[in-house]
């Protein structure tokens, strides 16, 4: 909970905070705000820069608000305006969203923190995620694995299991011809409905790869854990590149659940059905392409 000191520094020290759903990545609601643990404070404020000018087409934003001295974050905290909604499995929604938000962010430039992590250097959380991400589009994954990874320890059967599959995506891999730009790397953690009302994003996690990474990743990420049917996989297929797109974020994803020490064994059993179901249509593709 959000300490009053950090209240009064974003002008409201008279709320009673209320703890949010996930959407709002652990944040409190304080009246007009919503208060939460921010990241770095150079991402915190680059972030709270884009996110103060973007201007997405049929999607509301969660704006930034400063502190009462003007500044993005203070002492570890941030606060954004609170937007009504909630989570809700509208998954065509908010791919559309996630689109219209990366349209928005066309020509922003790539922040060094984006960037692939040193692999001699050690990793924190951060580190691990931009190395999932390197890995999947690395042309020798191994590089960022190892540097996470025990040679000598005994992973669990299920990271295992990642590691052999995420393998096998690799070798399905083909070109990918469209931009890099950044994008919405969370879109289906971030977006929350209010009836009829625009989808609102409720906050920005950038990374940095073309347009249909969001709306790839979304669907591996609905169809592993939040119920998302398989059709979705077809419905946006239409988008440049998008089938190596969903290969490569089920690789991200699985390269997450082996490296990160916090992976549950619970989530992998979605996380293994969406993988075998992308990379066969991918085998079934390859073949076809043979002929």
Same mark, same amino acid.
């Given at each position: 909970?959000p300490p009053e000191h950090i209240l009064a520094s974003f002008q409201v020290p008279a709320a009673h905070p209320v703890l949010l759903e996930d959407s709002w990545g652990q944040g409190w609601r304080c009246e007009r705000a919503v208060i939460s643990r921010s990241a770095p404070q150079d991402q915190a404020a680059w972030v709270a820069r884009v996110m103060t000018r973007v201007r997405p087409a049929g999607v509301s934003v969660s704006r930034p608000i400063v502190s009462s001295d003007g500044r993005f974050s203070v002492s570890g905290w941030r606060a954004r305006t609170f937007l009504s909604g909630h989570g809700a499995?509208?998954?065509?929604?908010?791919?559309?969203?996630?689109?219209?938000?990366?349209?928005?962010?066309?020509?922003?430039?790539?922040?060094?923190?984006?960037?692939?992590?040193?692999?001699?250097?050690?990793?924190?959380?951060?580190?691990?995620?931009?190395?999932?991400?390197?890995?999947?589009?690395?042309?020798?994954?191994?590089?960022?694995?190892?540097?996470? &990874?025990?040679?000598? %320890? =005994?992973?669990?059967?299920?990271?295992?299991? $990642? @590691?052999?599959?995420?393998? !096998? *995506?690799?070798?399905?891999?083909?070109?990918?011809?469209?931009?890099?730009?950044?994008?919405?790397?969370?879109?289906?953690?971030?977006?929350?409905?209010?009836?009829?009302?625009?989808?609102?994003?409720?906050?920005?996690?950038?990374?940095?790869?073309?347009?249909?990474?969001?709306?790839?990743?979304?669907?591996?990420?609905?169809?592993?854990?939040?119920?998302?049917?398989?059709?979705?996989?077809?419905?946006?297929?239409?988008?440049?590149?998008?089938?190596? &797109?969903?290969?490569? %974020? =089920?690789?991200?994803?699985?390269?997450?659940? $082996? @490296?990160?020490?916090?992976? !549950? *064994?619970?989530?992998?059993?979605?996380?293994?059905?969406?993988?075998?179901?992308?990379?066969?249509?991918?085998?079934?593709?390859?073949?076809?392409?043979?002929?």
């Amino acid at each position: 909970m959000p300490p009053e000191h950090i209240l009064a520094s974003f002008q409201v020290p008279a709320a009673h905070p209320v703890l949010l759903e996930d959407s709002w990545g652990q944040g409190w609601r304080c009246e007009r705000a919503v208060i939460s643990r921010s990241a770095p404070q150079d991402q915190a404020a680059w972030v709270a820069r884009v996110m103060t000018r973007v201007r997405p087409a049929g999607v509301s934003v969660s704006r930034p608000i400063v502190s009462s001295d003007g500044r993005f974050s203070v002492s570890g905290w941030r606060a954004r305006t609170f937007l009504s909604g909630h989570g809700a499995p509208r998954f065509d929604e908010m791919a559309a969203a996630a689109l219209r938000m990366n349209e928005a962010l066309v020509g922003e430039p790539r922040p060094t923190f984006l960037l692939p992590p040193d692999p001699a250097q050690p990793f924190g959380e951060a580190e691990i995620f931009r190395a999932a991400d390197a890995a999947a589009f690395a042309p020798d994954p191994s590089v960022w694995i190892t540097a996470v &990874l025990d040679p000598q %320890a =005994v992973p669990r059967e299920d990271v295992a299991q $990642a @590691l052999v599959r995420a393998a !096998r *995506a690799a070798g399905l891999r083909g070109k990918i011809g469209e931009r890099e730009q950044l994008v919405h790397g969370d879109i289906a953690g971030c977006v929350i409905f209010d009836g009829v009302a625009d989808p609102a994003v409720t906050d920005l996690v950038p990374m940095w790869h073309p347009t249909a990474w969001s709306v790839a990743l979304m669907v591996v990420d609905s169809m592993a854990w939040a119920g998302g049917p398989d059709a979705l996989l077809d419905r946006w297929q239409h988008l440049p590149d998008f089938w190596e &797109l969903a290969l490569r %974020a =089920v690789m991200y994803r699985l390269f997450v659940h $082996a @490296l990160h020490p916090q992976s !549950r *064994a619970v989530a992998w059993p979605g996380l293994a059905r969406v993988a075998d179901v992308v990379m066969a249509r991918m085998e079934a593709m390859r073949a076809e392409e043979r002929g």
